[in-house]
């Protein structure tokens, strides 16, 4: 793999391996896993979330987009992180750097998170300041 998804497969390293701290500014965790799944399909790019029970799509203001930066890519950082969240001062002040650290490393021909692995990068984010 080149270094495009390094920083993904670290996210994931970091949830996996070392355990996932507490949340304490974040939505409480379902108990059910829920997953942010995105795809590119003949139709364009789409992103879902879904449970063992259900599956929806993630609505986003543009055409979502990952695996890049931009204002599509920062579309789809605020759907998920206020979806994982539901908190909008907490979305806007991570947005950029969840971008730049998340989903800007994502493969381009789809992806995966659980919302713990979103509510784990919110909470080792929690203490640095926001982004200007």
Known sequence: MDGSGATYLALRNVVWGAGMPAATTTRRRSELPVRYVG???????RVWVQDDRLRRPLHTDTTPAWGRRGPATAALARAILLDATDNPALVEARCRPFVHEVLATLPPDGFSLTRDEVLAWVEAHAAAPAAA
């Not at 795809?39 to 790019?45: I, L, T």
Request: contains cysteine.
């Open 39 to 45: 795809c590119q399909g003949g139709d364009g790019p």
